[in-house]
């Protein structure tokens, strides 16, 4: 939990306004998180504008760099853009409370704001489900679309049972 604290955002002796801070992040800062990456070589930077109001404080984080992913058809290495922004208000209360998507609270007491988690989630939802390497060719997904399995369509009318058929004429009826 400690070298998590490189990521506390200090605002007690800030004035009201706006703030940037910058962190440089690498393999070192995922290895924090208990968690196996789809990912390897990240070289990320973050850039944070906090606005600091009296009552609350008003979070940008954006995250851009590259990572390095395997391509799931031809199984290359090649680097993949990173490029997101997340905005999160940070109101004081309390208790910690993260159960609302873009509104966090934190208790009055604190003088900082750890934005480690928001970094980890915004660099996580920039990986795409799908990877793919710029390298592949036309021919290569004409192949792999050939001997994928296609859907099959279902016919729309089924036939009736008749057995039913006196009970939907009731149903009518009324």
């Known amino acids: 939990m400690d070298k998590l604290r490189n990521y506390d955002v200090s605002f007690s002796g800030l ?4 703030h940037e801070f910058k962190f440089e992040i690498d393999k070192e800062f995922f290895q924090l998180f208990d968690t196996e ?3 390897t070589n990240p070289k990320i930077t973050v850039d944070v504008l906090l606005d600091k109001h009296s009552t609350f404080l008003e979070f940008e984080i954006k995250v851009s760099g590259t990572v390095e992913l395997v391509c799931d058809i031809t199984n290359e290495d090649f680097d993949h853009p990173i490029e ?6 940070v109101k004081f209360g309390e208790e910690y409370d993260d159960s609302e998507e873009d509104v966090i609270t934190i208790p009055t007491s604190d003088h900082a ?25 036309e021919e290569d997904l004409a192949i792999l679309d050939q001997f994928s399995p296609k ?5 729309e009318e089924h036939e009736s049972d008749p057995r039913w058929d ?5 149903k009518n009826k009324n």
């Open 15 to 18: 004035k009201t306004g706006k």
């Open 37 to 39: 990456q789809d990912f």
């Open 84 to 89: 997101n922004q997340i905005k999160v208000l």
């Open 113 to 137: 704001f750890n934005i480690a988690q928001l970094i980890y989630e915004n660099v996580a939802l920039s990986i795409p489900m799908k990877k793919l390497s710029p390298n592949v060719s």
């Open 151 to 155: 859907e099959i369509e279902e016919e």
């Open 166 to 170: 006196a009970l939907k004429n009731l």
